[in-house]
């Protein structure tokens, strides 16, 4: 299978670290990305992990286990416009298609 | 920037009528895709294409169909469309046929059948 899961809901304060995690089955996929997709917009690629390990990019870093089957999105020192979904998805072994998670809406409050 | 466009933006139409969902990339992408998202839901593939004259049916069944005949354009076609269609609709391209490369998502088509 395919199954990613991620939370549903998060909420964190303006200038917190807040991560966000993300499951998947570790037989399906290839690769780990996160998107962020604001209300009624198009997703938008924020980082992406092949091997085990940290990609940092400014305020946001990734992290991906393999093994585990295990990923997550770190967002730090968080601005009210951080407000939005966030995608998990894998590049499946099949197809080498994007798979998606349902997403983790995070709400950034003052 | 992403350089992959589509049009309309919003549409709404009438049951049984024919619609087709324009989606064009500058980027020289092999690879593009047809993704359908209800409201505050995940995103769903429906359609994807390795290049030209290639087309294949996605994860989630759709009465659309799809066409690439040329490598910058990748049309969706309902033939005859129904209420249960009412959704949005995310075309995306990638530079990697192997898919380890970022996809660019167009602004969508959220569509409503009446």
């Known amino acids: 299978g395919q199954n990613i899961d991620q939370p549903t809901e998060m909420t964190a304060t303006e200038g917190a670290i807040v991560q966000i995690n993300c499951t998947y089955q570790?037989?399906?996929?290839?690769?780990l990305f996160w998107y962020q997709q604001h209300a009624g917009e198009a997703p938008t690629f924020l980082s992406y992990?092949?091997?085990?390990g940290l990609e940092e990019k400014g305020r946001f870093s990734s992290f991906l286990s393999r093994s585990k089957g295990y990923s997550y999105l770190l967002l730090k020192e968080l601005q009210m416009k951080d407000s939005a979904s966030y995608l998990c998805?894998?590049?499946?072994?099949?197809?080498?298609?994007?798979?998606f998670g349902p997403g983790t809406r995070l709400s950034v409050l003052p | 920037e992403a350089d992959i466009y589509q049009t309309p933006r919003y549409l709404v139409i009438g049951t049984g009528k024919k619609i087709t969902l324009e989606c064009s990339q500058t980027?020289?992408?092999?690879?593009m895709y047809w993704y359908q998202q209800d409201p505050g839901m995940e995103l769903h593939l429906i359609h994807y294409?390795?290049?030209?004259?290639?087309?294949e049916k996605g994860d989630l069944s759709s009465e659309s169909t799809v066409s690439r005949i040329r490598t910058e354009h990748f049309p969706l076609t309902l033939e005859s469309a129904r209420p249960s269609h009412t959704s949005q609709y995310l075309c995306?391209?990638?530079?990697?046929?192997?898919?380890?490369?970022?996809?660019?998502f167009g602004q969508g088509t959220r569509l409503t059948v009446v």
């Open positions: 998805a894998g590049i499946d072994n099949y197809g080498q298609n994007f798979v």
């Open positions: 992990n092949v091997l085990d």
């Open positions: 995306a391209s990638s530079e990697s046929p192997t898919g380890v490369a970022e996809a660019f």
């Open positions: 980027m020289g992408h092999d690879k």
């Open positions: 570790t037989s399906g996929f290839n690769g």
């Open positions: 294409s390795y290049g030209v004259n290639s087309t």
